[in-house]
């Protein structure tokens, strides 16, 4: 039961260039965040999937685009990187919509754009 | 949009020594979640309290919500050198429908 799995755990880009952030839980979780972690700020949520088949944005969505691929898996993707996202970025699950389930975390990708 | 602040930024205690967080919301919330963060790893859930006025213990930390459901603290006391984190409060207003995080409290114990 590994929980929830980011991969990767470290990515360099350079400015303009794309890449997905992977996330999958095996919880059978019915919602699934992606937050990002800068020093002094706290975690900012991006976009969250409140169930399968559905998305939507959250405090800081600008720059970002998601993917509920099915109920295991949630992927973040950043079309054309910029310096302004370099961060900490974060997966995260719970049971369900109600406000009072835990979120369960990934281990962070480490992202620097350059 | 709704805003929890939470302070200090950052604390650093004596082994041993009491410590503190605070969190404030500007708008009355549904409940309050916290989460601790290690250094270098992912933010860990708590505690989540949703009553008036709740005080809730974990062996040497104590939760409490206020009367008014806009504010919470944690107060660890004795700290270990095993408390070093991050701690993060959690909320949810009425009109939000996410949890909005403060920044955090960076903890450290010195030995």
């Known amino acids: 039961n590994a929980g929830v799995t980011q991969t990767p755990k470290f990515q360099v880009l350079k400015t303009g260039q794309s890449m997905t952030l992977q996330c999958a839980q095996d919880m059978n979780h019915n919602s699934m965040y992606w937050y990002r972690q800068d020093p002094g700020m706290g975690l900012r949520l991006i976009y969250y999937s409140a169930s399968e088949g559905t998305t939507d944005k959250g405090e800081v969505p600008n720059g970002y685009n998601v993917s509920r691929l099915n109920k295991r898996e949630f992927s973040l993707r950043l079309e054309s990187a910029a310096p302004s996202q370099t961060s900490v970025y974060f997966c995260?699950?719970?049971?369900?919509?109600?406000?009072?389930?835990?979120?369960?975390f990934g281990n962070g990708t480490r992202l620097t754009v350059t | 949009g709704q805003q929890v602040m939470q302070i200090p930024q950052y604390q650093h205690v004596q082994e041993g020594e009491d410590f503190t967080t605070y969190c404030n919301s500007s708008?009355?919330?549904?409940?309050i979640q916290w989460y601790k963060q290690r250094p270098g790893g992912h933010p860990v859930f708590l505690i989540q309290?949703?009553?008036?006025?709740e005080v809730k213990k974990q062996k040497r930390l104590t939760f409490q919500f206020g009367e008014a459901k806009k504010n919470s603290s944690l107060h660890i006391t004795a700290t270990q050198t095993t408390d070093v984190g991050t701690y993060f409060c959690a909320g949810i207003s009425g009109s939000a429908r996410q949890l909005t995080f403060g920044s955090g409290t960076q903890l450290t114990v010195l030995p």
């Open positions: 995260a699950s719970k049971v369900g919509g109600e406000y009072n389930s835990p979120l369960h």
């Open positions: 708008t009355t919330l549904s409940n």
């Open positions: 309290l949703v009553k008036s006025g």
